[in-house]
């Protein structure tokens, strides 16, 4: 990355190739080079990574686990184990610590870095990226992808722009150019159904999208508007946050077969929260909001919450309070095929792993 000119922030976005799938395979050799999907692999489980063997297929995360089967007949399915996970984390996580002491984690197998301070006299943000890149393999055997830019936003769309193994760099003069040769249902934040209804207004690429007033954006999307005005022309101003919290712990399950009365309920309930206790105690975090989660065999879903004046205090009331959430609701007028329970309003940050994902184990 050119370093002449006015002083800008150097940003590096580095992601972790089909982390979890990447481990497994690492740990078992006999899975290399074969299609791999960590999660449940029962008629109701989710992928929860899939290794680019498997990806060629078109299985992808999130995937419910038997439309991956049926895209990849040969696949392998491997439980997953979260806490091998974590413990490669604080690996790389050390490795990031050598170079910038700002390091924002967005999950287990990625993070922003601000190195504009040059922390170990690179000269550059693109020998500090390579070198990340290669402790991390030299010391955990996985290779992980790096996008490196002048602003998170464009270093994330950077670090997937040469996947596996690969490096991005996007220099100020060529952000915006980049950014609008990018189609917008690759952009940060742009889901699936937004990207439909860009679609719809004739948005397909970032140029499309930087065309456009902020007024008609703020008109369409309301206050994300001013965000996709400024990301549609390579300006995204957040800083890289090293104490950003996570905002909630919880975990849920989809059933193999669908639920109806209140004790093969409160029964599922109790173990989603033989799971989430213990990351609850091991992350320290204090919470004052439960929230329940429910969804019905037609899809339809609920949520259910109850606060409190101070944190929950231990198991037993965070227990009692998700009890008296699902009774509330019995019984209930259609089956049951997901349930769910968080602790949010969090005071202490918990452990890198953002979010939450139903593997149907």
């Keep these: 990355m050119d370093d002449s000119g006015p002083p800008v922030r150097r940003i590096i976005h580095v992601d972790m190739d089909a982390f979890y799938a990447s481990v497994e395979q690492r740990d078992n050799p006999e899975l290399k080079g074969h299609p791999v999907a960590v999660g449940g692999s029962r008629e109701r489980g989710v992928v929860a990574a899939a290794s680019y063997e498997a990806r060629v297929f078109g299985v992808r995360s999130a995937m419910p686990s038997s439309r991956a089967r049926r895209l990849c007949p040969d696949l392998i399915f491997v439980k997953p184990r979260f806490e091998v996970y974590r413990d490669v984390s604080r690996q790389i996580r050390a490795i990031f610590a050598r170079y910038t002491a700002l390091i924002e984690p967005l999950s287990l197998d990625e993070a922003y870095l601000d190195v504009t301070a040059d922390m170990a006299g690179l000269g550059s943000a693109t020998a500090t990226a390579e070198r990340i890149r290669a402790e991390i393999r030299a010391e955990t055997g996985l290779t992980a992808s790096a996008g490196v830019s002048y602003n998170k936003f464009i270093a994330k769309m950077a670090s997937d722009q040469n996947k596996p193994d690969g490096l991005c760099v996007i220099p100020p003069h060529k952000g915006p ?179 939450q994902l139903d593997l149907g184990l």
């Design 177 to 355: 150019d980049f950014v609008a040769s990018l189609p917008v249902k690759r952009f940060y934040g742009v889901g699936p159904r937004t990207a439909e209804k860009m679609a719809r207004l004739g948005i397909e690429t970032g140029a499309d999208l930087r065309a456009q007033s902020l007024e008609w954006l703020n008109r369409n999307f309301g206050s994300w508007g001013d965000y996709l005005h400024g990301a549609a022309r390579g300006i995204d101003h957040r800083e890289v946050r090293n104490d950003r919290p996570r905002k909630s712990v919880g975990a849920e399950n989809t059933f193999f077969r669908d639920l109806v009365s209140p004790t093969e309920l409160i029964e599922a309930l109790d173990e989603i929260i033989d799971t989430v206790w213990p990351r609850i105690e091991k992350s320290e975090s204090r919470g004052r909001t439960i929230t329940l989660k429910l969804r019905y065999n037609d899809f339809h879903t609920i949520t259910r919450a109850k606060s409190f004046a101070e944190p929950v205090r231990d198991r037993a009331q965070f227990t009692e309070a998700g009890h008296a959430l699902l009774l509330a609701l019995c019984p209930v007028d259609r089956p049951i095929r997901l349930l769910g329970l968080t602790l949010s309003g969090l005071e202490q940050p918990d452990d890198p792993r953002a979010g």
